[in-house]
């Protein structure tokens, strides 16, 4: 599914005014605009036909007509899925609150950023990013904060079927990983925001070694990593201000790294059942009988 309101809404923040104010318009009357006509926008959102052209365009679309059918196709399509919980997605923290609120909001925002990240994901984009992770000599995760956890999640997925990688939560060792990176390697960079510096520095340095650079960064307008990766993987989540970068976006995270570590593994499932075996044979020497 593409999901086009999605996408909206992700880059709203970094539209231009008028092209910000046609959104609005979009956002306000989702389910009036397929039977909108220009001209209606462009009154609704009190700009002229030429701007609500150019802010179609913005969204890969030919035209106005072009993007109505597509949102009217995502419309569609979103009515014959079954509907999120929605009553508590977006809501922040209040104080006081029941224990079962807050974990039907818990829930409700996870759902939604596993669901929603579903929805941005390009499969010709994972099938390249897999086929470099699957051919790549060597591995490195690198994020910083709550995407620090999910690199060490990635690292110990992957270690576990045979591939040789490298993690670490320390500003420096990431750089000297970075720069020790050779052609045909892969440098997997995760920041939500893809504003981070150390993310856009290990970025810059991977790929000036001559790796492979993918990131797993919000999709949106003026994302500096996904302008420096290769290979670029959209998550998003509903983040509010108490919660953001600790749950919503790191369980996106989590879910696309299980993505990528499944397809991988499954390219040669034979040898990597087999390293699973493995790990698993003398990880059970650890446990208490």
């Known amino acids: 599914m593409e999901n086009l309101l999605l996408k909206l809404r992700e880059r709203y923040q970094d539209l231009g005014e008028k092209d910000r104010a046609v959104a609005e318009f979009i956002l306000r009357s989702e389910q009036e605009v397929p039977r909108l006509t220009i001209s209606q926008v462009a009154e609704g959102s009190g700009v002229s036909q030429a701007a ?3 802010f179609c365009k913005l969204f890969d679309s030919e035209g106005f007509k072009d993007f109505r059918r597509r949102l009217t196709a995502d419309i569609l399509e979103q009515a014959q899925k079954p509907p999120l919980p929605s009553a508590y997605i977006t809501a922040d923290l209040t104080g006081d609150e029941a224990m079962g609120s807050i974990v039907e909001r818990i829930t409700a925002n996870n759902m939604c950023s596993i669901s929603e990240t579903r929805d941005l994901l390009d499969e010709k984009e994972l099938e390249r990013a897999v086929d470099i992770l699957a051919k790549a000599p060597r591995i490195d995760f690198f994020g910083s904060g709550a995407s620090g956890i999910v690199a060490l999640d990635a ?4 270690i576990r079927i045979g591939k040789i990688c490298n993690v670490s939560q320390d500003s420096h060792i990431q750089m000297t990983l970075a720069s020790s990176l050779h052609q045909g390697d892969a440098a997997v960079i995760i920041s939500y925001s893809g504003r981070t510096k150390d993310a856009l520095e290990n970025a810059s340095v991977a790929k000036e070694r001559g790796a492979v650079v993918i990131a797993l960064t919000k999709y949106g307008d003026g994302n500096p990593l996904a302008a420096l990766a290769d290979i670029v993987l959209y998550t998003t989540s509903p983040e509010t201000v108490y ?15 299980d993505i990528l570590f499944s397809g991988t593994a499954s ?19 650890k446990r208490v009988h």
């Not at 749950?247 to 995270?253: F, K, L, N």
């Open 267 to 285: 390219r040669d499932i034979e040898a990597y059942y087999g390293n699973l075996e493995n790990t698993y044979k003398y990880a059970a020497q």
């Open 155 to 158: 690292h110990q997925k992957f």
């Open 52 to 54: 609500v052209v150019r």
């Open 243 to 257: 919660r953001s970068g600790a749950t919503g976006s790191r369980i996106a995270q989590l879910t696309l790294i």
